[in-house]
């Protein structure tokens, strides 16, 4: 099979090498990749910020789709021809995590679904929405998930709330999404005016320019008769974290996700504590939350925003736009027919 591979940091160091197909040993399923779906972890992962220490070399991406062709010994939870998704952490399956049950992601810890052919415990799958292709169903297991958690568990939207949501990546995007299903007025960020038109496309209600308007927090005090938001799902990390605490509300909750952007100023402390903010950090989710989402999405026949699927010998090409910041929503890379 072919695959891609790490073998050393960088995307120019990226190789696509052709390896033995995996076998699937008892307990396991063998997945024909179709899809594969690109995060800003993965890119972290290639060029060696994210673990600089990593095990080289190693299968990058942790978010993939396809089918089942075959099953080891034991395997009762599917079956061949099924249509499936990895889970992002292998070991999670419910419950709340624990040092045990965050090892084992994909693209991380063990090699990733950059692959023709993966093999992944039976336990490490869930069976995907019958109305989304595999190019849909390769965005869900770290981007959706991630934004379930953080608009459903961690903000406990509910109808007449105000979620404001940071750029227009593939979290943001989910949770524009689900926040809408929910029945919640949703406030945007972003530097490019034409993504938050297309983002008003999917319920955006407002949005402003922040490289216009760099005090963006009064802009949500403004937008919210000096309340704030419920929600403030936050993917930029540092360099926005202060903004974010002006902009919520008395009791609010803060999704702490991304560390897009960095700042040499300090935390204010104050803030936290004259807001009594609830800060959760969000790390992806169990098997679980992911076969829960699974059934809103299929409820609701919610369709993923896709910005751009490339063939798969294009990996090195959908990295750099993503670098850029360029993409709106997912970026996916398909792998086989």
């Not at 991380?108 to 169903?137: C, K, N, T």
């Not at 897009?260 to 989710?285: A, D, F």
């Amino acid at each position: 099979m072919k695959a891609w591979r790490i073998a050393h940091f960088g995307i120019e160091n990226l190789e696509l090498v052709a390896l033995p197909d995996p076998q699937p040993q008892r307990g396991e399923v063998l997945v024909r990749v179709h899809a594969v779906s690109l995060n800003y972890r993965d890119l972290m992962v290639v060029v060696g910020r994210y673990n600089p220490k990593m095990h080289l070399p190693r299968i990058p991406s942790s978010d993939g789709a396809g089918e089942i062709v075959a099953i080891g010994e034991g395997v009762t939870r599917v079956k061949v021809g099924d249509r499936v998704a990895g889970i992002f952490m292998q070991n999670w399956i419910d419950g709340p995590a624990d040092a045990a049950k965050i090892r084992g992601a994909l693209g991380g810890d063990i090699d990733g679904m950059l692959a023709e052919y993966v093999a992944l415990s039976e336990d490490g799958v869930v069976r995907i929405p019958a109305h989304l292709s595999f190019d849909e169903a390769a965005t869900l297991p770290c981007a959706a998930v991630t934004a379930w958690n953080a608009v459903v568990r961690a903000g406990r939207v509910k109808a007449g709330d105000t979620v404001l949501m940071q750029g227009t990546g593939g979290v943001s995007v989910f949770a524009l999404q689900f926040a809408k299903l929910l029945g919640a007025r949703v406030l945007g960020i972003s530097s490019s005016d034409e993504k938050i038109e297309r983002a008003k496309h999917l319920g955006l209600d407002a949005a402003v320019n922040y490289r216009q308007h760099p005090d963006w927090d009064k802009w949500v005090l403004e937008q919210t008769s000096g309340r704030g938001a419920d929600l403030v799902v936050e993917v930029g990390g540092a360099g926005t974290f202060t903004r974010s605490l002006r902009s919520i509300r008395i009791g609010g909750v803060v999704a702490q996700i991304g560390v897009l952007s960095q700042s040499i100023e300090g935390i204010e402390i104050p803030l936290l504590l004259h807001k009594q903010v609830h800060l959760r950090g969000i790390y992806v989710g169990s098997r679980a939350d992911f076969e829960e989402m699974n059934r809103a999405i299929d409820l609701h026949q919610l369709k993923p925003a896709i910005d751009q699927a490339v063939s798969f010998g294009n990996l090195p090409d959908a990295l750099r736009r993503m670098e850029t910041g360029a993409h709106f929503g997912k970026l996916v890379v398909q792998v086989g027919g």
